[in-house]
């Protein structure tokens, strides 16, 4: 596959979106985690507002952090010499973006909207809070746990001819 050429100016705009978007999803994600870690409802309309803005967060800068990422990512491996297969750490790279995404819309966002149509009739605030913020916490360690591995490969690139790091 032959890689269209693109000029320095254009691959540096390039650079500066994707690391644009890679700060939503990192600044996202850590506002979640502040959220959940620091802010502890003692009745269901906090609980409600909470979820709300665990929902908005999500939506409007995480989502679009790692969608940003992505379409980033796929003008590099169309445009420049990574490609998408080229290497092993851009292909594991792509896997855990589109199965980050995917466990987005399938896991969190369904349990955040069930966290928020629950939040109004909770009877015991603590006790049932207590179930929620765990699975939040255990979610939000998930995501750490793929900013974290993401960023190893984008910076050590493992897996690749030393050519290649820039």
């Known amino acids: 596959m032959t890689t269209t050429s693109i000029s320095v100016r254009f691959k540096r705009v390039l650079k500066i979106l994707h690391i644009f ?22 009745n269901p309309e906090e609980f409600h507002a909470k979820s709300s803005i665990l929902m908005l967060l999500d939506y409007y800068i995480i989502a679009p952090g790692a969608l940003g990422c992505s379409i980033t990512g796929f003008i590099y491996g169309l445009k420049t010499k990574y490609g998408f297969f080229r290497f092993k750490w851009i292909t594991i790279k792509w896997i855990i973006n589109v199965s980050f995404i995917l466990f987005g819309a399938i896991i969190v966002v369904p349990w955040l909207e069930y966290s928020i149509t629950i939040s109004t009739s909770m009877q015991n605030i603590a006790e049932e809070s207590a179930k929620i913020i765990f699975t939040h916490i255990l979610i939000n360690i998930i995501q750490w746990a793929v ?11 493992p897996w690749s001819a030393s050519d290649m790091h820039d």
Do not use: D, E, N
Request: glycine share 10%; charged share 5%; net charge positive.
């Open 21 to 42: 978007f890679a700060g939503l999803w990192i600044g996202g994600t850590a506002s979640l985690a502040l959220l959940i870690c620091l802010y502890h409802p003692q």
């Open 147 to 157: 900013i974290l591995f993401m960023l190893f490969l984008s910076v050590f690139k």
